[in-house]
């Protein structure tokens, strides 16, 4: 995905781009007889006369030449646009901005670390984005115990200090994605995030065997308290949800507001 000075993508764009080679090999033909399938072969052709009206030059297939500043993203699984296509794109873009995201497939929601480096850009692209960010987003994730989504809190200490949360638990949750929560423990407060959209951590704290803290949701309807209790190599953790009034109670998962109301992490590293 390419942002520009020019303007920014939107719908119309990415379905037209990926309408572009399509039409050349698999629009429906022109006198298909099935009414049904009519309004689809008029969308084909319209792509068509407005991405591909006719051959075009030579000199129109160079790559662009400017200093415009421009922000270029790519997915670390993008089957589109390649990073042999994103080097080509970029040759002559003599102020280009190039990221790519751990885990993320083609044209991924501005959300998390990804939608930081476009709101940088945005408010100031004659300056790179802060891009540190990149080097927290989890991988993608291989399911080799399940296939239930789980959520997974990473906990460190910092310095030479120690916490008997450290390491890595693994919670099953009742719906929704996967979601990776790093925790840093200093004494008794604890700081972090939810790494999948950069959600910050609140109000940590670690009481003996008990660990506490909050977050919000991605629109800000609800707050989540998290209140876990170590025994062995298992926390026992509650969850409760405090929505706005006239707030989204959300759905199922780590982030809604309905069900889940306990999970218990296990150790697994």
Same mark, same amino acid.
């Not at 460190?156 to 009742?174: D, H, I, V, Y």
């Given at each position: 995905m390419v942002w520009s000075l020019h303007g920014v993508p939107s719908g119309a764009w990415s379905n037209a781009m990926s309408m572009a080679p399509i039409t050349a090999r698999q629009s429906p033909p022109c006198d298909t007889p099935h009414p049904a399938f009519q309004t689809i072969a008029d969308d084909f052709r319209e792509h068509c006369d407005l991405w591909l009206p006719k051959p075009t030059r030579q000199? #129109?297939?160079?790559?662009?030449? *400017?200093?415009?500043?421009? =922000?270029?993203?790519? !997915?670390?699984? #993008?089957?589109? #646009?390649?990073?042999?296509?994103?080097?080509?794109?970029? %040759?002559? =873009? @003599?102020? %280009?901005? @190039?990221?790519?995201?751990? !885990?993320? *497939?083609?044209? &991924?929601?501005? =959300? &998390?670390c990804h939608g930081s480096i476009v709101q940088q850009f945005l408010e100031n692209p004659t300056r790179a984005p802060d891009s540190s960010c990149l080097a927290r987003m989890p991988g993608i994730q291989f399911k080799t115990r399940g296939f239930e989504p789980t959520v997974t809190f990473v906990m *460190?200490?910092? %310095?030479?200090? *120690?916490?008997?949360? !450290? &390491?890595?638990?693994? %919670?099953? =949750? &009742?719906g929704g994605p996967d979601w990776t929560i790093q925790l840093d423990a200093e004494g008794t407060l604890v700081r972090g995030m939810v790494l999948d959209q950069l959600l910050p951590i609140s109000e940590g704290t670690i009481d003996g065997a008990t660990l506490s803290f909050k977050m919000k949701s991605p629109d800000g309807a609800r707050t989540i308290t998290f209140t876990g209790r170590l025994q062995n190599d298992e926390i026992s953790f509650t969850r409760d949800v405090e929505v706005v009034p006239g707030g989204n109670p959300g759905g199922p998962g780590l982030l809604g507001g309905t069900s889940l109301r306990v999970l218990t992490a296990k150790r697994v590293r």
């Open positions: 000199a #129109d297939q160079r790559p662009i030449v *400017s200093e415009i500043p421009t =922000l270029v993203l790519h !997915g670390e699984f #993008d089957p589109m #646009d390649t990073r042999t296509t994103q080097k080509r794109m970029t %040759a002559k =873009l @003599t102020h %280009a901005y @190039t990221y790519t995201f751990p !885990g993320e *497939s083609h044209a &991924g929601p501005p =959300l &998390g *460190s200490a910092k %310095a030479n200090a *120690s916490t008997p949360f !450290g &390491g890595s638990w693994e %919670a099953t =949750l &009742g």
